[in-house]
């Protein structure tokens, strides 16, 4: 039996919108294996983002006990929680989110500048995760000269380059064409299987769902059946 | 090092905004290397000044004449070794840039006074010998071209009793100051000649000079002059070179206060300037900033990248500023207002305010990063 790489329990998420209270999540329970290839799909305003800023720790639920990797992450503090990201968590966003002004390979690089690598590591890992996605050779390119694909293909290597043990991608074939998106969906699932990272895919395309080893339904902030689907 | 990459593409993000704050801060510490170094080298002025020498001017004002009369009781004074008179006038020769000082005075009397000016025994016995006779300063004979025996025309601001203010000199000896270059643009020229051919002020000196044997009595030597005209119509002020030069300078106005108050509505303008220059940087590197925390990037951490990218922005753009200070010092000094080099620790208050105006400037941006909330900068909130 596989152990629970993720673990939630009641989650509650509210926000504070101007005078309004809005309730996001209603006490979410989900567990999430590792090595698992998770599809979040549900629309807009039903709380997928939220729930996997949470799992992410890029955000912090109200009430509810989350585990992930063994570590109760709302217990962290704001320091321990970003270094615990730096380690644990790759994320994956629909607008790439690189910063413009430095090369493919500087911006792979990010996460690993805090740190303690030596330059020649940070270089290899850096060199390893540019392969992995196809870009070695784009290396010394900035954002701006790279296509959307590309892009999102830098982006994935730098959400890999700490060797993360999750993966969150928000929307990361939102932006692109079919064929582009396709490439992005094959390399995740390489990344899902010979990698071994537990990825977690919020996404409207049932077709990118389609490619996740398990695909999970939220409406209003609560979770409808769970539904299994093999990866095509 | 590592962070050396990410520091500088956010300084060159909007290349044209980075250049224009750079040029500012570059010249407002030129401007600041400028005067407080002028202001410095004044500060200074007169610290390498003979001990021995003390000054008698008027009560009322440096300029303000003293009777000629007056060096007899001031040579009665014990302790007082030796004395002159000076009197003098401004001028130019052939062009109205080409400025000269003259010295009227007992020229043999002056080169005891003043050992360290440096002249020919021969050339100075010339000057008894001719009334109308200048010994001028080496630097001026080259700037002009001049040679013993050369008969100079001076356009000054002392007219002749003929009603012409044009005075001719011939040129007897070369005189040479090697510890200061701020002494050299002078011409001496016989006093009682001078006083002789003037219109006005005929019997007058703007000082005495008055050379002592105990430097440590300088206090009562001069009060004890000070005394001897008290209640007359020129009362007196006698105080030692240092004080007698800095009294010169001030007599241009409180540089100093103007220099300080010039250097801190620059700075405090410039706080401003990168002030909003760093906070519409960060601003607009809003999700940049939550991506960097995102991946790793702690709270205080990016706290301290917005200030270190302050303080490169301002130090190295300080930095400039100063060496084209230091550049333009010698120009300075070479118009004799200032010294040969931009003082060191000009440089080094120059750098600490560069600092603190970095962090200063620096410090609202930073706690603006710190404070933003990942989620909320990732949804543009």
Known sequence: ?232 | MKFLPLLWSSLWRKKARTIFTVLSIVIAFLLFGLLQGINAWMSAFGTGSNANRLYVVSRVSQVQPLPNAYLHQIDAVPGIKQSTYIAGFTGFYQEKSNTLVGFATDVKAWFDLYPEWQIAPEQLAAMSRNRAGAIVAAPLMRAFRWKIGDRIPLRTSVMKRDGSADWDFEIVGIYDVPSTQAEANRILVNYAYFDEARLLERGTAWAFVVAVDDPTRSAQICAAVDALFVNSAYETVTQDEKAYVQGQLRQLGDVSLMANAIVAAVLFTLLFLTGNTMMQSVRERTPELAILKTVGFSDRAVTVLVLIESVLLCVLAASLGLAAAAAVFPVTAALGIGGSALPIKVVAVGLAMALILALASGLPPAWRAQRLVIVDALAGR
């Open chain 1, 1 to 232: 039996m596989t152990t629970a790489l993720v673990s939630l329990k009641g989650i509650v998420k509210r926000y504070v919108r101007g005078k309004q209270r809005v309730q996001v999540l209603h006490g979410i329970d989900l567990e999430i294996r590792a090595g698992e290839f998770l599809a979040l799909m549900g629309p807009s305003g039903s709380g997928k983002t939220t729930l996997l800023n949470l799992i992410g720790g890029i955000d912090r639920a109200d009430e509810g006990d989350l585990l992930v990797a063994g570590e109760r992450i709302n217990a962290l503090s704001a320091r321990q929680l970003a270094r615990w990201r730096a380690h644990n968590v790759g994320f994956v966003f629909q607008f790439y989110n690189l910063m413009p002004l430095l090369t493919a390979q500087q911006n792979v690089e990010l996460p690993l500048l805090m740190t303690n690598l030596s330059k020649t590591q940070r270089g290899a890992n850096v060199k390893a995760a540019l392969e992995l996605v196809g870009l070695a050779d784009r290396a010394t390119h900035k954002p701006a000269e790279l296509s959307g694909g590309q892009q999102q293909r830098v982006a994935i290597a730098r959400a890999l380059v700490a060797d993360p043990t999750l993966l969150v991608c928000d929307e990361p074939t939102g932006d692109l064409d079919r064929e582009m998106a396709e490439q992005i969906l094959d390399l995740l699932q390489i990344v899902n299987r010979e990698q071994h990272k537990t990825i977690i895919m919020v996404t409207h395309d049932p077709k990118a769902a389609e490619r996740a080893t398990r695909q999970l339904h939220l409406d209003k902030g609560r979770l409808l059946q769970a539904e299994s689907s093999l990866a095509a």
